[in-house]
């Protein structure tokens, strides 16, 4: 029997986790030395995906220990990289079945940060190129995958057209993209990145922020840990450090998206859809309260020409986001946030919990059934617009 509990799930945020030799397999050879170090900041990362790596050759070998992790695959101790699926592309077929969902947006892991790892500006090109190969060939073998092509907007507008062009020409529908322009240059809603976004609405690819895509920037400060205790060790995966750092993981997507309202990037590009993945929802209805106050302060003080609707207009127009597991999302929906909110497990990360699923139906006594496919299905297929084949 498939986890899913409806047959019109569409998940918008799933993980590859990539084994440490994966990123050098798609690297071109004479970049292959040169790349960054697998877990360089995590070292209990590789004992993990040794660990893992184990596992998948035993249960390759016993029909009996497959089947055992098949009947148990949401359980905690089988995520991570000892997740089902995690990195070999014909087990993740077999899980996609088990999870019985529609579609899913695939996003990296351990390359991902081996790509934010690399120093040297060619380095680091041919490490988004190799993660774009890599991931697009994991996704390959099942249409219901689709994989987010990281498109680096950091070293300007003419060498992310490089990566832009490259994932239009392997297909990719939908593209992961930064939110925080390194200190001396420019923003992202520069007019100079203009073909950048016209090339995006044209190729009707959807965008993604994703938490960890924000360059390295903390809106906490390490200030706060002085009261007496010590600063959290980093918890697994994605998970903020601690509830302090928790509370701002979302303050990187709200700056980039209240500029690209405010600067006339969605104006200039209307057809133009990003989801917020992996950085919770609760805020967003306060959020698009304080975009319009920040309009009504502003627009007499400074040039707002571009804004043509209310800043929550452009909101409910081009923006979606994924709730955490757990969310009180029936309030969301009861909240004006119907239209925005996209189910998703983070399969297999830890963070997705044990049952996501059961998580989000706790919370939505008393909604309605449009509202739940809104959640469920029909958000997703507006996000994935016409490149949604299943």
Same mark, same amino acid.
């Given at each position: #029997? ?18 440490? %030799? ?18 360089? /900041? ?24 497959? $089947? ?20 070999? @592309? ?36 041919? =490490? ?8 697009? /060939? ?26 832009? !062009?490259?994932?239009?020409?392997? *297909? ?12 001396? %240059? ?17 190729? !009707? ?12 920037? /903390? ?27 928790? #509370? ?40 698009? +309260? ?21 800043? =929550? ?31 998703? =497990? ?6 997705? $919990?044990? *049952?996501?699923?059961? @998580? ?13 496919? +809104? ?10 617009? =016409? @490149?949604? $084949?299943?």
């Amino acid at each position: #029997m498939a986890y899913a509990h409806r047959n019109d799930i569409y998940d918008a945020d799933t993980h590859m986790m990539e084994p440490p %030799t994966w990123l050098a397999e798609y690297a071109d050879a004479k970049l292959r030395p040169h790349l960054a170090e697998f877990g360089k /900041d995590k070292p209990s990362a590789r004992e993990k995906a040794e660990l893992a790596i184990a596992g998948f050759e035993r249960r390759q070998q016993d029909a009996a220990a497959r $089947t055992e992790i098949e009947q148990s695959f949401m359980a905690m101790q089988h995520k991570g990289f000892q997740g089902l699926g995690a990195w070999d @592309r014909n087990e993740r077929v077999r899980v996609n079945d088990l999870l019985g969902f529609n579609a899913h947006i695939v996003f990296p892991t351990a390359a991902f940060d081996q790509v934010q790892g690399a120093d040297n500006p060619e380095i680091f090109a041919g =490490s988004v190129q190799a993660l774009n190969r890599g991931l697009a /060939d994991f996704c390959a073998t099942d249409a219901r995958m689709h994989p987010a092509a990281y498109i680096p907007f950091r070293h300007g507008p003419e060498a992310a057209m490089v990566y832009l !062009d490259a994932a239009i020409a392997q *297909d990719f529908s939908v593209v992961m993209i930064d939110t925080i322009a390194p200190q001396g %240059t420019r923003c992202f809603t520069h007019s100079d990145f203009d073909p950048l976004w016209a090339k995006i609405q044209d190729a !009707d690819m959807a965008i993604t922020v994703h938490v960890g895509t924000d360059g390295g920037w /903390d809106p906490v400060p390490l200030s706060f840990y002085h009261n007496g205790g010590q600063v959290p060790e980093h918890a697994e995966g994605d998970a903020p450090r601690d509830a302090i750092a928790y #509370m701002g993981i979302q303050y990187n997507a709200e700056l980039f998206l209240a500029a690209m309202i405010f600067d006339g990037v969605f104006h200039r590009f209307p057809k133009l859809r990003v989801a917020v993945v992996e950085l919770g929802a609760s805020w967003i209805v306060s959020w698009m +309260k304080h975009l319009d106050q920040a309009f009504r302060a502003f627009r007499r003080l400074q040039d707002m020409s571009q804004v043509q609707m209310q800043p =929550s207009e452009y909101v409910l127009k081009h923006i979606k986001v994924t709730p955490f597991a757990g969310e009180d999302i029936g309030w969301l929906m009861r909240s004006e946030a119907q239209d925005l909110l996209l189910f998703a =497990s983070d399969y297999p990360h830890h963070e997705g $919990t044990d *049952d996501p699923i059961g @998580r989000f139906e706790k919370t939505m006594d008393g909604v309605t059934e449009a509202a739940r496919q +809104k959640f469920y299905a029909q958000n997703f297929r507006a996000l994935l617009g =016409s @490149r949604l $084949t299943t």
